[in-house]
């Protein structure tokens, strides 16, 4: 939740958008227009980003050579991917003899059915949930509230975004674009007495913790996501700033866990290296205020914990990944650092993505994960390139280098006459004769304009600016003429 400070915006503004399930069927360009028209929330995603940004760097700076642990992240990861199938092989067999049950979902299809036959064999009426990207791949909720479940997201930020018919703004701080004022008011809606709920975090905080204790009381199902995956022992690791994990996972008697494929390490020593770098590089803290780890289901003589624990590993098209030039995605430990320093993130927030994730590792996992939607592809051009995803990553993933990859496979697409035209500014481009003349020709100004509004691919880059006019001389011959 972002606050806005003393300003009393009034009134409801949600951005104008539903930003419910995704937002295919748009262009990246409209979304991105309607964006940047909101004043409101670009007030909010640039006092977030910034605060995110300063407590990273800040946290960072108390470790020794965060560096060398970012390569070691990096390599471990690296590691993990190459030997994914033994890993996971032993994760699930971990799991199992400690108890617990592991279905393989191929797809969220599969994944969602598992779920609500678990809940219908128990008869499950009321569903927790805490946090879980995975489960908003799949639109698990939607699936369950199909069944007659009635289901409630715990996580603050989640239950807000739940309460406006929203997806996640960023990966850690789902309601990030509504301040103090709108998420007042969907609070608001909450309420059943005459109360009057100020828009201030603590009692909009203490009107939800009075709300949702009451969820966990009468859940039957506890669901929750997974950071990471511990093979050696078949231990869930929840990391979390809010006590809603612990009693989602403790208070149902059936818990269900849905852990992407990827999200694995080997053993405690590996994650004792993530548990490290994840809190600072996502919130600037050096530990969360959660990390909870939980090995099977309740055993004799175990006063809390669930009857039964069941772990779905989920695919859907992570394993096309494995072996590609794209597969260091998977590295991902899913902080959002990279959202907070990415140029195109701060202005236009997460809906402009489309989809479930956002920023720049949005724009590398979406059109992997979500390739069924041909609006997808065009994410990839949703960055400047700058390597500053790079430079926050605390596994040091190549974002730029991925989103370059991707473009390459977008061009294979193209039509003749944008092929042609990018030819031809190659080779123009390619020998200094050539590329002096374009330029001496640009600097008059009709005819950079002329081409910028007729060649393939840039008439619509111009359409929302203007094309910048060259100097009528150049550096170079300024400084043959002794004037620089």
Same mark, same amino acid.
């Given at each position: 939740?972002?606050?806005?400070?003393?300003?009393?915006?009034?009134? $409801?503004?949600?951005?104008?958008?539903?930003?419910?399930?995704?937002?295919?069927?748009?262009?990246?360009?409209?979304?991105?227009?309607?964006?940047?028209?909101?004043?409101?929330?670009?007030?909010?995603?640039?006092?977030?980003?910034?605060?995110?940004?300063?407590?990273?760097?800040? /946290?960072?700076? $108390?470790?020794?050579?965060?560096?060398?642990?970012?390569?070691?992240?990096?390599?471990?990861?690296?590691?993990?991917?190459?030997?994914?199938?033994?890993?996971?092989?032993?994760?699930?067999?971990?799991?199992?003899?400690?108890?617990?049950?592991?279905?393989?979902?191929?797809?969220?299809?599969?994944?969602?059915?598992?779920?609500?036959?678990?809940?219908?064999?128990?008869?499950?009426?009321?569903?927790?949930?805490?946090?879980?990207?995975?489960?908003?791949? $799949?639109?698990?909720?939607?699936?369950?509230?199909?069944?007659?479940?009635?289901?409630?997201?715990?996580?603050?930020?989640?239950?807000?975004?739940?309460?406006?018919?929203?997806?996640?703004?960023?990966?850690? /701080?789902?309601?990030?674009?509504?301040? +103090?004022?709108?998420?007042?008011?969907?609070?608001?809606?909450?309420?059943?007495?005459?109360?009057?709920?100020? /828009?201030?975090?603590?009692?909009?905080?203490?009107?939800?913790?009075?709300?949702?204790?009451?969820?966990?009381?009468?859940?039957?199902?506890?669901?929750?996501?997974?950071?990471?995956?511990?093979?050696?022992? %078949?231990?869930?690791?929840?990391?979390?700033?809010?006590?809603?994990?612990?009693?989602?996972?403790?208070?149902?008697?059936?818990?269900?866990?849905?852990?992407?494929?990827?999200?694995?390490? *080997?053993?405690?020593?590996?994650?004792?290296?993530?548990?490290?770098?994840?809190?600072?590089?996502?919130?600037?803290?050096?530990?969360?205020?959660?990390?909870?780890?939980?090995?099977?289901?309740?055993?004799? %003589?175990?006063?809390?914990?669930?009857?039964?624990?069941?772990?779905?590993?989920?695919?859907?098209?992570?394993?096309?990944?494995?072996?590609?030039?794209?597969?260091?995605?998977?590295?991902?430990?899913?902080?959002?650092?990279?959202?907070?320093?990415?140029?195109?993130?701060?202005?236009?927030?997460?809906?402009?993505?489309?989809?479930?994730?956002?920023?720049?590792?949005?724009?590398?996992?979406?059109?992997?994960?979500?390739?069924?939607?041909?609006?997808?592809?065009?994410?990839?051009? *949703?960055?400047?390139?700058? %390597?500053?995803?790079?430079?926050?990553?605390?596994?040091?993933?190549?974002?730029?280098?991925?989103?370059?990859?991707?473009?390459?496979?977008?061009?294979?697409? *193209?039509?003749?006459?944008? +092929?042609?035209?990018?030819?031809?500014?190659?080779?123009?481009?390619?020998?200094?004769?050539?590329?002096?003349?374009?330029?001496?020709?640009?600097?008059?100004?009709? %005819?950079?304009?002329?081409?910028?509004?007729?060649?393939?691919?840039?008439?619509?880059?111009?359409?929302?600016?203007? /094309?910048?006019?060259?100097?009528?001389?150049?550096?170079?011959? +300024?400084?043959?003429?002794?004037?620089?």
């Amino acid at each position: 939740m972002t606050d806005h400070g003393g300003t009393d915006h009034g009134g $409801t503004d949600h951005g104008g958008t539903d930003h419910g399930h995704t937002l295919f069927g748009t262009t990246l360009r409209e979304r991105t227009a309607e964006a940047t028209t909101n004043v409101r929330l670009r007030g909010a995603l640039a006092r977030a980003t910034a605060r995110f940004g300063e407590h990273r760097t800040a /946290a960072l700076d $108390t470790l020794e050579d965060a560096d060398g642990l970012r390569s070691a992240a990096r390599a471990i990861k690296a590691d993990v991917i190459a030997r994914l199938p033994e890993l996971l092989e032993q994760f699930a067999d971990n799991v199992t003899a400690r108890g617990g049950q592991v279905f393989w979902a191929s797809d969220g299809a599969e994944a969602n059915q598992y779920i609500a036959s678990v809940a219908k064999r128990i008869g499950a009426r009321n569903v927790v949930k805490s946090k879980s990207m995975a489960t908003e791949e $799949t639109e698990l909720n939607e699936a369950l509230e199909a069944l007659g479940c009635h289901v409630v997201e715990t996580d603050l930020g989640e239950w807000i975004i739940q309460l406006a018919h929203h997806k996640p703004s960023h990966i850690i /701080a789902p309601a990030v674009h509504l301040d +103090r004022y709108q998420v007042a008011e969907f609070l608001q809606a909450e309420v059943d007495d005459d109360r009057i709920l100020e /828009a201030a975090p603590a009692p909009l905080a203490a009107f939800a913790r009075e709300q949702l204790r009451a969820e966990f009381l009468r859940a039957d199902l506890g669901i929750s996501g997974c950071n990471f995956g511990v093979a050696e022992t %078949g231990s869930v690791v929840l990391v979390t700033n809010e006590g809603n994990g612990r009693l989602c996972t403790s208070v149902p008697r059936v818990h269900i866990a849905v852990m992407g494929m990827e999200r694995l390490v *080997a053993d405690w020593q590996q994650l004792d290296l993530f548990i490290n770098l994840l809190a600072r590089s996502a919130s600037g803290q050096h530990l969360s205020s959660y990390t909870s780890i939980i090995t099977g289901p309740r055993r004799e %003589g175990e006063a809390d914990g669930p009857d039964e624990m069941h772990v779905v590993i989920l695919d859907n098209g992570r394993s096309d990944i494995v072996g590609t030039e794209l597969q260091e995605i998977l590295s991902c430990i899913r902080c959002g650092a990279c959202l907070n320093v990415c140029p195109v993130y701060r202005q236009i927030g997460g809906h402009a993505y489309g989809w479930v994730y956002s920023g720049p590792v949005g724009a590398v996992l979406t059109p992997l994960l979500a390739s069924q939607h041909e609006e997808a592809a065009e994410l990839s051009n *949703a960055s400047t390139l700058c %390597g500053a995803c790079m430079d926050a990553c605390p596994v040091s993933i190549p974002l730029q280098d991925l989103l370059l990859a991707l473009r390459r496979r977008r061009s294979a697409n *193209a039509t003749r006459s944008e +092929r042609a035209a990018w030819k031809a500014w190659a080779a123009a481009w390619s020998h200094p004769k050539s590329f002096r003349a374009s330029m001496k020709v640009a600097s008059t100004g009709r %005819g950079l304009g002329r081409f910028a509004d007729r060649a393939p691919g840039l008439s619509r880059w111009t359409s929302g600016r203007e /094309a910048p006019l060259p100097a009528k001389r150049t550096f170079h011959e +300024r400084w043959r003429a002794g004037e620089i």
